[in-house]
């Protein structure tokens, strides 16, 4: 079973709608995305990381930009 999702597959499920909700956690100084599939909540992985974290929330923005997510909850 899967413990993170690659942004390809997240820019596909957000194009096709598949994926709706999503969250941004913040962890010590760094930010990380999150989408929920189902009952469980998948965390973006990085190309090397298996969970990729952003230094800014403005970072998290810009990325959720370019893949199509126009809507998430911020937890701080």
């Known amino acids: 079973m899967r413990t993170a999702i690659e942004r390809e597959t997240l820019q596909v499920l957000v194009e096709t709608g598949a994926g709706r909700e999503f969250r941004v956690l ?16 998948l965390p973006v992985r990085s190309r090397r ?17 370019t ?5 998430l909850s911020v937890e701080l």
Do not use: D, H, Q
Request: proline share 3%.
């Open 26 to 41: 913040r962890e010590g100084e760094s930010w990380r995305l999150g989408l929920r599939l189902g009952a469980r909540w």
């Open 49 to 65: 990381e298996p969970i990729r974290y952003w230094r800014s929330l403005t970072a998290v923005g810009r990325f959720c930009e």
């Open 67 to 71: 893949v199509g997510i126009k809507v």
